[in-house]
Nanobody, 118 residues
Framework: QEQFVESGGGLVQPGGSLRLSCSASGVAFSISTMGWYRQAPRKQRELVAFITSGGDTNYADSVKGRFTISRDNAKKTVYLQMNSLKPEDPAVYYC????????????WGQGTPVTVSS
């Protein structure tokens, strides 16, 4: 069973930075495409970024140039470096096996909340 534990969220001022981490288990991590998602209050969960097993990345237009996704296969961990945070970025952030999500079989964890406020 795939399991993901997210951490690193918190309160940051506009323009600030946070680095999120996601530890994976029960998944063939090194060959999996991993994604970060977010869900703001009263909004649908959306894809933020994903990274393939080969290191190719893809970002939502709203975060391009500000967020960077990376992975450490030895640690089975995927990261999301978030810079220049904006008032529209607050949400609960989740990670998952991207293709499991696409197939309608996500294994959402608790997520980690991000708040942007002055």
């Amino acid at each position: 069973q795939e399991q993901f534990v997210e951490s690193g969220g918190g309160l940051v001022q506009p323009g600030g930075s946070l680095r999120l981490s996601c530890s994976a288990s029960g998944v063939a991590f090194s060959i999996s495409t991993m994604g970060w998602y977010r869900q703001a209050p009263r909004k649908q969960r959306e894809l933020v970024a994903f990274i393939t097993s080969g290191g190719d990345t893809n970002y939502a237009d709203s975060v391009k140039g500000r967020f960077t996704i990376s992975r450490d296969n030895a640690k089975k961990t995927v990261y999301l470096q978030m810079n220049s945070l904006k008032p529209e970025d607050p949400a609960v952030y989740y990670c998952d096996n991207h293709w499991s999500v696409v197939a309608g079989r996500p294994s959402w964890g608790q997520g980690t909340p991000v708040t942007v406020s002055s």
